[in-house]
Nanobody, 131 residues
Framework: QLQLVESGAGPVQSGESLRLSCAVS????????IGWFRQAPGKEREGVSC????????YYADSMKGRFTISRDSANNTVYLQMNSLKPEDTAVYYC????????????????????????WGQGTQVTVSS
């Protein structure tokens, strides 16, 4: 069973940067797509970015393009989310997740950002951006 553990979050000031880590274990990762989601108080969980580990193709929510970068370290089975120029509206609990292996993200289009397609989740980590 796949296990995902997030780390790296904390309180930051507006304009600062933060890098989140998602340590993945429990399976051969080549066949997986790992994504980052976030959920702010009173809002639905939304997709931030994801990476298809088989070919390193990446996907971003439109509002995150240019500020956030997803990457991976194969040697350490870790997926990172580099977040720059953070804003107070980025405050949320950030989760990493794995896409159902029954699906290929290339066939989902913009629907990849819906949590329903992702079946294993980390426990979440809080990011707080103050102005």
């Amino acid at each position: 069973q796949l296990q995902l553990v997030e780390s790296g979050a904390g309180p930051v000031q507006s304009g600062e940067s933060l890098r989140l880590s998602c340590a993945v274990s429990g399976a051969a990762l080549y066949y997986y797509t790992i994504g980052w989601f976030r959920q702010a108080p009173g809002k639905e969980r939304e997709g931030v970015s994801c990476i298809r580990l088989g070919d390193d193709s990446t996907y971003y929510a439109d509002s995150m393009k240019g500020r956030f970068t997803i990457s991976r370290d194969s040697a350490n089975n870790t997926v990172y989310l580099q977040m720059n120029s953070l804003k107070p509206e980025d405050t949320a609990v950030y989760y990493c997740a794995s896409l159902s292996t029954l699906l290929d993200i290339k066939n989902l289009g913009s629907r990849w950002g819906s949590p329903v397609y992702w079946d294993y989740w980390g426990q979440g980590t809080q990011v707080t951006v103050s102005s």
